[in-house]
């Protein structure tokens, strides 16, 4: 059983020379963009785009992020995060930057 998108049957007419606003045509372009309806059963298929583009420092961080601590606030463990990052030494940063190759390569 799949969620169900409820849409107005239909849109609401245009005057001559009205146009529609701006917001009305962002919001139906991203739900076009962030989900695809299944003719089958009216459900939801939302499409992920995976980055091509992910860093090695991008990888660093969500590994370290998983191991922080809990109880210290958001800012914090970045700013950390980051400190560790420029302290790395190369030969250890490699390894990151191996794996977001590989992670690109294979998309």
Do not use: C
């Amino acid at each position: 059983m799949g969620i169900k998108l409820l849409f107005l049957s239909q849109p609401r007419a245009l005057k001559p020379g009205q146009r529609r606003s701006y917001t009305v045509l962002k919001m139906a372009k991203r739900l076009r963009q962030k989900a695809a309806i299944d003719s089958s059963n009216s459900s939801i298929a939302v499409r992920r785009k995976h980055s091509k583009h992910i860093s090695s420092y991008i990888l660093f961080s969500s590994e370290k992020l998983r191991e922080s601590t809990p109880g210290m606030p958001y800012i914090e463990k970045r700013k950390k995060i980051s400190e560790m990052w420029r302290d790395l030494p190369v030969m250890r940063r490699k390894v990151y930057i191996e794996a977001a190759k590989e992670k690109r390569l294979r998309g």
